[in-house]
């Protein structure tokens, strides 16, 4: 047995889950998440704990197993605690700011960078050198995340740019200079 795919997941008071033909729907305070797993597993919800069965020891199956009961796990977190990822924004210059539902950057650039918030994300700038974004779906919070730092990842030598908080960056040696003849 996947000892991850094993492990029921308690339901916590004030979260509303409905199981119909392997469509999980997670309705809490913060909001709802729907989801599709494979009918071939079993998805059951008894007294308040989901259990995720599978039908066979097949190699699909066992992947599947603790897949869909990470991920069942994530959305029942995030519909009652959410999600955040903290950019740090560090470079001479560059500096982030929210206008409206946009969040605007200065990257070095000789334009702003400009990225709406999606759906389902909610960005906040507490102050100019961080970011920080809010979801209730894990998948999409990490994915925007992932894509603001793709704006300009932090560069080794100097380590200007946007990283996650806590992110170390290896730093490279810059030029040692020429070699004497």
């Known amino acids: 047995m996947s000892r991850i795919g094993r492990m029921p997941i308690s339901v916590p008071a004030g979260v509303d889950v409905k199981i119909d033909n392997n469509l999980v729907t997670v309705k809490g305070s913060k909001g709802t998440i729907s989801k599709q797993f494979s009918k071939e597993l079993g998805i059951e919800l008894n007294d308040g704990v989901i259990t995720v069965t599978r039908p066979s020891e097949s190699k699909n199956h066992k992947s599947l197993h ?3 009961r990470t991920l069942i796990s994530n959305m029942v977190n995030g519909v009652t605690n959410g999600y955040s990822k903290t950019l740090e924004i560090e470079g001479v210059g560059f500096r982030a700011a929210k206008q409206g539902k946009n969040l605007v950057m200065n990257l070095g ?6 990225i709406p918030e999606i759906d389902g994300i909610t960005i906040d700038v507490p102050n100019a050198n961080k970011v920080v974004i809010n979801g ?13 730092r793709e704006k300009r990842p932090p560069e080794p030598y100097k380590g200007k740019g946007i990283r996650y908080e806590g992110e170390r960056i290896i730093r490279k040696e810059g030029k040692a200079g020429k070699g004497k003849k």
């Open 66 to 68: 603790g897949l869909t």
């Open 109 to 114: 650039f000789s334009h702003q960078v400009i």
């Open 136 to 148: 209730i779906d894990k998948q999409v919070v990490g994915q925007f995340a992932a894509e603001v």
